[in-house]
């Protein structure tokens, strides 16, 4: 057996970071382009943009820096507060998991 959970953080009842967003954002990192992002991640680009909107909202951060295109092309990278949220939550996620392992151990392995 092997247990699975979710975490996600909500603003006034909305949701504003989970797994997917988190995945949204690593994207962005990686390629450099929300339109590429969205791609990997299976999401169209209107949404990639809703997810960074609202985030940043509700967050009261910015979380990534938008190049318009042109010549040279756009772009998009993340802040440094996005970096650091992005830490901050794996590290929750891990603690998380740590925890719920344990309980999980404590109940369902005791012989």
Do not use: H
Request: hydrophobic letters at 40%.
């Amino acid at each position: 057996m092997v247990i699975k959970s979710k975490l996600w953080i909500e603003v006034e009842g909305e949701p504003v970071f989970g797994r997917g967003r988190r995945f949204l954002l690593q994207a962005i990192d990686k390629y450099g382009s929300i339109n590429k992002a969205a791609k990997e991640i299976n999401i169209s680009y209107r949404k990639a943009w809703s997810y960074i909107n609202a985030m940043e909202q509700r967050l009261g951060i910015r979380l990534v820096e938008r190049q318009a295109g042109g010549k040279n092309g756009g772009g998009a990278r993340l802040t440094e507060e996005a970096r650091d949220f992005l830490k901050r939550y794996e590290m929750l996620e891990e603690g998380i998991r740590e925890m719920v392992d344990k309980k999980f151990n404590e109940i369902f392995c005791k012989k």
